[in-house]
Each structure stands twice: as structure tokens, then as C-alpha cells.
T-cell receptor, first 113, second 115 residues
Framework: AQKITQTQPGMFVQEKEAVTLDCTYD???????LFWYKQPSSGEMIFLIY??????QNATEGRYSLNFQKARKSANLVISASQLGDSAMYFC??????????FGAGTRLTVKP | NAGVTQTPKFRVLKTGQSMTLLCAQD?????MYWYRQDPGMGLRLIHY???????AKGEVPDGYNVSRLKKQNFLLGLESAAPSQTSVYFC??????????????FGEGSWLTVV
């Protein structure tokens, strides 16, 4: 069964606007971690932000924030003030144990000038 | 400032040939991983290692073997390459073993084409 679902294969956003990338997950484990990675066209995987299942507050890292809704099992990434360099693939991932990180299929974000 | 380094970055193989992908990390991480990335499917775990001398199967292990003879190195082997193994391969590492919050750091990827 798919554990991580990203329902938006592609998204467009105007430069300087905010954008939300959706991610839902499925787990019965009370302890888990949620991650977002960025993959630019050059191919490397860049860690953006982390949210733990027990964290009370939403994670933020600069222009990135994670909208964590535990009851709905969603962990959406919000990018504020989009920049052209934000154009990339974005992957949501979940870790239920130290051995196992599962990834969603990704969302391709294109920032328009 | 190397982090996770993979070699080679690009390789073309003929069906039935063998090859080894080498991964090295300089962060003293206990855990190392090999993933493959195919279009529309995100990353899938092939094999992983929780320490020197240990390996374990991930989600898609068939057709691959791994070895972790040294803590800093994790090798991925294809004994008899098949076109279905055409993919981008990522090595990754993290601290372990007890925190789900330990971030996984990735190498730059290895593009493998099997013809």
C-alpha cells in the first residue's frame, strides 16, 4: 500500500507568490518523521525540512514551512515568496523507523517569472 | 566538505554485464542506503546497512547485492545487468539507530543505462 501520496504531479506558481505542495501519509506507528527534499534538474537530493510526529509546532526553515495536520495525516510544504531557483521536483518522505524511509512520487514545481 | 560521494556518475552497460557502484561517506554515519529512482515512482530502497559488516534488503532488492566492509563505504553490485535496472541510483547515509528524525543525506546520483 502506498504510504506517501503526493497528488500533484505538477504545479505552477508566479514568482514571489506562496505555494503549497500536498503530502498525505499512512502509518499506524505513533513515532514517525516527515521530510521534504528538493531535487533540482542537476539531480541531487537536497534536504529541506523535518517534522517529528510528536512535535507540537509546525517546522519552519527560512522560506519553507511544513503544515502538519496529524489527525488528517497530512504534511504539506509551504514555500513563501517563490523564487525562480525553487523550480524543481519536491519529494515528501516518511520515516517510521531508522531503517525505512519511504518517498512519494514527487511534485514538479515550476516558478514563472 | 564531501558528504556522500558516488562513483561512477554515469555508466552504460550491456545486458548481462556486471558492475559495482561505490559509495563513500565522511560523516561517520552508521547507516547507509542504496535507492533507485525511476520516473513517476519517487525513490525506492534497494538495500541498506546499519553498520560495518551488516546489510539488509529493502523494498526492491532483487538483482542487486551489497557489501559494507568498511564503515565509510557501501558498495552496490549488479551481477548480470538487465534493461529493467536502467535507473538513477542514489546512495545515502544517516546517523542511527534510534531516531526517526535523523536526516538522510544523499549523494549526487549515478545514472546507469543498460542496453
Amino acid at each position: 500500500a502506498q504510504k506517501i501520496t503526493q497528488t500533484q504531479p505538477g504545479m505552477f506558481v508566479q514568482e514571489k507568490e506562496a505555494v503549497t505542495l500536498d503530502c498525505t501519509y499512512d502509518t499506524s506507528d505513533p513515532s514517525y518523521g516527515l521530510f521534504w527534499y528538493k531535487q533540482p534538474s542537476s539531480g541531487e537530493m537536497i534536504f529541506l525540512i523535518y517534522q517529528g510526529s510528536y512535535d507540537q509546532q509546525n517546522a519552519t526553515e527560512g522560506r519553507y514551512s511544513l503544515n502538519f495536520q496529524k489527525a488528517r495525516k497530512s504534511a504539506n510544504l509551504v514555500i513563501s515568496a517563490s523564487q525562480l531557483g525553487d523550480s524543481a521536483m519536491y519529494f515528501c518522505a516518511m520515516r517510521e523507523g531508522p531503517n525505512d524511509m519511504r518517498f512519494g512520487a514527487g511534485t514538479r514545481l515550476t516558478v514563472k517569472p | 566538505n564531501a558528504g556522500v560521494t558516488q562513483t561512477p556518475k554515469f555508466r552504460v552497460l550491456k545486458t548481462g554485464q556486471s558492475m559495482t557502484l561505490l559509495c563513500a561517506q565522511d560523516m561517520n554515519h552508521e547507516y547507509m542506503y542504496w535507492y533507485r529512482q525511476d520516473p513517476g515512482m519517487g525513490l525506492r530502497l534497494i538495500h541498506y546497512s546499519v553498520g560495518e559488516g551488516t546489510t539488509a534488503k529493502g523494498e526492491v532488492p532483487d538483482g542487486y547485492n551489497v557489501s559494507r566492509l568498511k564503515k565509510q563505504n557501501f558498495l552496490l553490485g549488479l551481477e548480470s545487468a538487465a534493461p529493467s535496472q536502467t535507473s538513477v541510483y542514489f546512495c545515502a547515509s544517516s546517523h542511527g539507530p534510534d531516531r526517526v528524525g535523523n536526516t538522510i543525506y544523499f549523494g549526487e546520483g549515478s545514472w546507469l543505462t543498460v542496453v
